[in-house]
Antibody, heavy 121, light 107 residues
Framework: QLQLQESGPGLVKPSETLSLTCSVS??????????WGWIRQPPGKGLEWIGSIYYSGSTYYNPSLKSRVTISVDTSKNQFSLKVNSVTAADTAVYYC?????????????WGQGTLVTVSS | DIQMTQSPSAMSASVGDRVTITCRASQGISNYLAWFQQKPGEVPKRLIYASSSLQSGVPSRFSGSGSGTEFTLTISSLQPEDFATYYC?????????FGGGTKVEIK
């Protein structure tokens, strides 16, 4: 059974960089059939797709965040990561990692349980 | 970017009611529309993809329809476990965009 697990600091100061890692177990991140994505949800609000990455390193970003976001992959560790620069309180959210399907994007069939990141001094 | 507008944003309904949620896309997305259900404190769960294809294991009281710019999610007979927030997602192309959500509450 595929499992995804987010990890990283739960508190980040304004203007600093938010860094999260998603560890994948029960399957290979190097599969040609899948993308690996990040989605976030501010408290009490809706879902926002941040971006996705292929095992080769090809990335797709939400234009609203593209200038501040970097998604990378480490196939040797079966992990992918998210960095968001220059964070503000508006970046406070539950951050989910999820598996997407290359053949039909946006189907997000497996999700991590989510991790709350609070931006505050 | 394609904007997804969901309506209503919230609704109250009773067990056994037929519930319909609408999602409109700002431009045509063929049938590339998925519906997710999220209960408080839980991870979103995909119910429907490609507008009308039911995810394996999802009860048949859930159905989806539509193409182009207008889509609906219908729950034929609302059950207690269906009280949740529902999101549409256009998966026609990047950037993927979600609707604002519809919270279905108990009347």
């Amino acid at each position: 059974q595929l499992q995804l697990q987010e990890s990283g600091p739960g508190l980040v100061k304004p203007s600093e960089t938010l860094s999260l890692t998603c560890s994948v177990s029960g399957g290979s991140i190097s599969s040609s059939s899948y993308y690996w994505g990040w989605i976030r949800q501010p408290p009490g609000k809706g879902l926002e797709w941040i971006g996705s990455i292929y095992y080769s390193g090809s990335t797709y970003y939400n234009p609203s965040l593209k200038s501040r976001v970097t998604i990378s992959v480490d196939t040797s560790k079966n992990q992918f990561s998210l960095k968001v620069n220059s964070v503000t309180a508006a970046d406070t959210a539950v951050y989910y990692c999820a598996r997407d399907i290359v053949a039909t994007i946006g189907l997000f069939d497996y999700w991590g349980q989510g991790t709350l990141v609070t931006v505050s001094s | 970017d394609i904007q997804m507008t969901q309506s209503p944003s919230a609704m109250s309904a009773s067990v056994g009611d037929r519930v319909t949620i609408t999602c409109r896309a700002s431009q045509g997305i063929s049938n590339y529309l998925a519906w997710f259900q999220q209960k408080p404190g839980e991870v979103p769960k995909r119910l429907i993809y490609a507008s009308s294809s039911l995810q394996s294991g999802v009860p048949s009281r859930f159905s989806g329809s539509g193409s182009g710019t207008e889509f609906t999610l219908t729950i034929s007979s609302l059950q207690p476990e269906d009280f949740a927030t529902y999101y549409c997602l256009q998966h026609n192309n990047y950037p993927l965009t979600f609707g604002g959500g519809t919270k279905v509450e108990i009347k």
